[in-house]
């Protein structure tokens, strides 16, 4: 005898499925615990298939460019070698700080890594990583965006865990701002950009040393620097709440141009801040 099911019942179950997908209280931890796993499993097996086995099938890569455009984070990785093992060169990492949708399902991370040669037992390379997860449907979480930058030094204070803090309340803008058009306003002045940090936000550029907090960020070079930008893509949680945007932009007076990612996320008024941005004008990836 064939079983039926009512169509009312299919939608209950197809509601309480949903609800149980936005809804994970341990949402930020089974993030940062996918990304201790992911640099345990790459210290293994190599570059290569650490990256394939955490990367998500949309995953992307930003190349170089005027302006810069956006290709699949997979296929570069697919056409290489499998690594000899036991691997030679290993990639050290550890997540420092981050956030997560209040959905639960767009997240990011940064933190410090390190490129040990075990043979020689010398660090060959060091710097800090930027990476945006996304929740899958079957409820693991996978990288969508990995960036990267050299530092000078090795990050030193890289551990323990920390959740970055939301946003303190804005000053510009609405609560019923699109990222649109706050991207534009904030890609064409830079007193526009400024307003925008979060007290808290970090500032990550390729060769120097992270800059904490706002307070760093506005005494830095990086905010006397003249500058044209370019928006690429955005990427934004389906709550609406935290966001990440890509683009290009060009240093006038140093006659350069590169990338930035910037993550977003609305303060307690709906006012869209910037919590977080990493960039670089070299043309190949760090991490």
């Known amino acids: 005898m064939q079983s039926r099911v009512k169509p009312a019942a299919l939608l209950a179950v197809a509601l309480l499925s949903l609800a149980a997908f936005r809804q994970d209280p341990q949402a930020l931890q089974r993030m940062v615990a996918t990304e201790r796993a992911f640099g345990a499993a790459t210290e293994e097996v190599g570059i290569r298939d650490g990256f394939l086995a955490f990367f998500a099938n949309d ?4 190349r170089p460019g005027k302006p810069p455009t ?7 990785l697919e056409a290489e070698p499998m690594q000899k093992l036991p691997v030679a060169n290993r990639l050290i990492w550890e997540p420092f700080t981050g956030q997560v949708s209040s959905d639960g399902t767009f997240g990011w991370l940064t933190g410090g890594y390190v490129s040990l040669n075990v043979a020689r037992r010398e660090v060959t390379a060091h710097g800090a990583y930027f990476s945006v997860w996304k929740r899958q449907p079957n409820n693991t979480w996978r990288v969508w965006l990995d960036e990267g930058i050299s530092l000078p030094q090795i990050w030193q204070d890289a551990a323990p865990f920390r959740v970055a803090p939301d946003p303190d309340s804005g000053a510009v803008g609405a609560a019923n701002e699109t990222l649109a058009s706050v991207e534009s306003t904030v890609c064409a002045d830079g007193a526009a950009w400024r307003a925008r940090l979060s007290e808290h936000v970090r500032l990550h ?3 120097l040393m992270p800059f904490p907090d706002r307070a760093a960020v ?3 070079p990086r905010t006397s620097v003249p500058r044209t930008c370019t928006v690429i893509h955005q990427e934004a949680a389906a709550s609406g709440d935290l966001a990440v945007t890509i ?3 060009s240093d006038v007076s140093r006659n350069v141009a590169g990338t930035w990612v910037r993550v977003w996320k ?5 006012r869209w801040r910037i919590v977080f ?7 190949t990836s760090v991490r």
């Open 266 to 270: 609305r303060d307690v008024t709906g």
């Open 247 to 249: 683009g290009g932009f």
């Open 205 to 207: 550029v390729d060769g």
């Open 277 to 283: 941005q990493t960039e670089t004008d070299r043309n």
């Open 59 to 62: 995953a992307v890569k930003i």
């Open 218 to 220: 506005l005494a830095s």
């Open 70 to 76: 956006l290709t699949s984070g997979r296929e570069a």
